[in-house]
């Protein structure tokens, strides 16, 4: 069975960093592109970027790029999602994904709340 | 970016409805469309790849189609379990991005 199961949620404060994971089992890390996608409170879905797990080759929305950096560590099938300096507008839900054309299968999600 | 816009935003609908959702390109993206299905507090699920391609376990209820800039999800007979947020996904070019999203709620 494919699963990915992401890091748990977290509570930060503006200007701090976080990395959050992603691990995929159930089937070869390497084969599929793993992307992000994040969810405001209330609102819709935003594609933020997808990565290679095989070679690291990423791409980023124009929105997100230089916002987050995207990587992975196929040694141990996990993909993340990281911020150098949070705001109070990265406070979403944060999906990862598999899959380069279409998102077949999904992550529970990771709640980050950024709040003084 | 391509530009997704979805309509209805949301709609009311009963238990046995035939369901239609539209979507529209702003750019042709040829048969590069996916749909998903979000339930509250649930990760989205998809339904619909390349148009009208069900994804394997998705009930024969929900079809899709369309190309070039204009797409339609339909669900034949509304289920209880089918009221939720459905997504468009254009998967013609980075950034794939997605529609606004159309609520379906029980009327």
């Known amino acids: 069975e494919v699963q990915l199961v992401q890091s748990g949620a977290e509570v930060k404060k503006p200007g701090e960093s976080l990395k959050i994971s992603c691990k995929g089992s159930g089937y070869s890390f390497t084969s599929y592109w793993i992307g992000w996608v994040r969810q405001m409170p209330g609102k819709g879905l935003e594609w933020m970027g997808i990565?290679?797990?095989?070679?690291?080759?990423?791409r980023y929305s124009p929105s997100f790029q230089g916002q987050v950096t995207i990587s992975a560590d196929k040694s141990i099938s996990t993909a993340y999602l990281q911020w150098s300096s949070l705001k109070a507008a990265d406070t979403a839900m944060y999906y990862c994904?598999?899959?380069?054309?279409?998102?077949?299968?999904w992550g529970q999600g990771t709640l980050v709340t950024v709040s003084s | 970016d391509i530009q997704m816009t979805q309509s209805p935003s949301s709609l009311s609908a009963s238990v046995g409805d035939r369901v239609t959702i539209t979507c529209r390109a702003s750019q042709t993206i040829s048969s590069y469309l996916n749909w998903y299905q979000q339930k509250p507090g649930k990760a989205p699920n998809l339904l619909i790849y390349a148009a009208s391609s069900l994804q394997s376990g998705v009930p024969s209820r929900f079809s899709g189609s369309g190309s070039g800039t204009d797409f339609t999800l339909t669900i034949s007979s509304l289920q209880p379990e089918d009221f939720a947020t459905y997504y468009c996904q254009q998967s013609y070019s980075p950034p794939r991005t997605f529609g606004q999203g159309t609520k379906v709620e029980i009327k």
């Open positions: 990565i290679n797990p095989g070679d690291s080759e990423s």
């Open positions: 994904a598999r899959g380069a054309v279409r998102f077949d299968s």
